[in-house]
C-alpha cells in the first residue's frame, strides 16, 4: 500500500496518526495512546475538514525521542480521540467476560489503569458511549446463544462504527458517511473473526465463522460477503467529497483494505500488522 501513496498523501495520514496520538494524550490522560489504532485514524482523516490545508506543525513524540511531523488539535482528532478511548474501554471489558478470572487478569488490569480516560471521553461523548454498550451487550447475547449468523453478528459492530460519525445538516451526507462506516465495521469484525478463527477454536471463544463452517472455513465465501461490503464502502465514497484526502481515502478502499483481507487469508497478516508502514515498506 506505501508505494502506491503518493508522498503528501502517506505524510498526510502519518501526521494525522501522530496528531491523533498527541490529542488522546491531551485530553484523556497518559494511558489513552496505548489505544490508538487505525480504524479511528482513518474516521479522523475522513472527518477533516474538505476545504483548506491541515495545520501541521513539528513536535517531540512523547513515546521516542525524535521530533514528528503531526496534525494541529482539531474537532475531528479531538472526536477521534474520544471514541477510540470509549470504544477500547469497552472492548477490554467485554474481553474480561471471555476470558477465565487468571485469563482475564491483563485485560481487566488494563481496563482499569484506562478507567480515568474513558470517563473523561464518556462524559464529553454520552450518545456514542450508549451506542457501544448497547451493541457489544447485543454481541455478547449472540454469543450466548452461539449465533451462527455472520450478517447478526456483524451487524453490532456495524452499527456501533456508523455511530462514529457526528450528524451534520447534509442529510445525503449523514446518509453517505453512514453506509461507508457501516460496511467498514462489518468488514472489520468478519476479517478479525477469520483472523482469529485458530486461537478461538483452541480457546473455545465464540466466532460465528466457526460456528457456520465448522472446523475447514469457506475462505471463497466469506470472500464474496468481504468484497460486496468494500463495493458499498466505495460506492458510498463515490457520493462524499473528502477534498484533498480523497485520494488517501481511495487508497485505503481500493489498495489497503484488500490486501489486508489477502494477508488475513494466507496467514502472513499477523506478521504485517506488526510493522509500521512509516517504517517498513509492505
Not at 494541529?72 to 467476560?97: F, G, H, M, N, T
Not at 462489518?186 to 478479525?192: K, M, N, P, T
Amino acid at each position: 500500500m506505501r508505494e502506491e501513496l503518493k508522498c503528501r498523501d502517506f505524510d498526510l495520514y502519518r501526521a494525522t496518526y501522530c496528531g491523533l496520538c498527541r490529542t488522546m494524550r491531551r485530553r484523556c490522560g497518559i494511558m489513552a495512546p496505548m489505544v490508538l489504532n487505525f480504524d479511528f485514524t482513518f474516521l479522523a482523516v475522513m472527518l477533516a475538514p474538505e476545504k483548506g490545508e491541515q495545520l501541521t506543525y513539528c513536535h517531540r513524540c512523547h513515546i521516542w525521542p525524535r521530533r514528528r511531523c503531526m496534525c494541529c488539535q482539531s474537532p475531528a482528532l479531538e472526536l477521534a480521540a474520544d471514541e477510540s478511548v470509549i470504544l477500547a474501554y469497552w472492548q477490554l471489558r467485554d474481553k474480561v467476560q471471555d476470558e477465565t478470572f487468571l485469563g482475564g487478569l491483563g485485560h481487566r488490569f488494563f481496563a482499569l489503569m484506562l478507567r480515568s480516560a474513558y470517563r473523561r471521553a464518556a462524559a464529553r461523548l454520552p450518545s456514542f458511549t450508549e451506542a457501544v454498550t448497547r451493541q457489544l451487550s447485543a454481541l455478547h447475547g449472540l454469543e450466548q446463544e452461539n449465533c451462527t449468523s455472520l450478517d447478526r453478528a456483524a451487524d453490532t459492530f456495524a452499527v456501533l462504527l456508523r455511530s462514529a460519525v457526528p450528524c451534520s445538516q447534509d442529510e445525503a451526507k449523514d446518509r453517505a458517511m453512514g453506509q461507508l462506516l457501516y460496511h467498514l465495521g462489518r468488514w472489520i469484525y468478519l476479517l478479525d473473526a477469520r483472523d482469529d478463527l485458530e486461537e478461538d477454536r483452541t480457546k473455545g471463544n465464540y466466532n460465528p465463522i466457526l460456528l457456520r463452517y465448522g472446523q475447514q472455513p469457506c475462505d471463497e465465501q466469506l470472500s464474496l460477503t468481504l468484497d460486496n461490503s468494500l463495493s458499498l464502502m466505495r460506492a458510498a465514497c463515490g457520493l462524499l467529497d473528502f477534498g484533498r484526502q480523497t485520494q488517501l481515502i481511495e487508497n485505503v478502499l481500493y489498495l489497503g483494505l484488500p490486501l489486508v483481507q489477502r494477508a488475513v487469508f494466507d496467514g502472513s497478516w499477523k506478521q504485517l500488522k506488526k510493522q509500521k508502514i512509516w517504517r517498513n515498506k509492505i
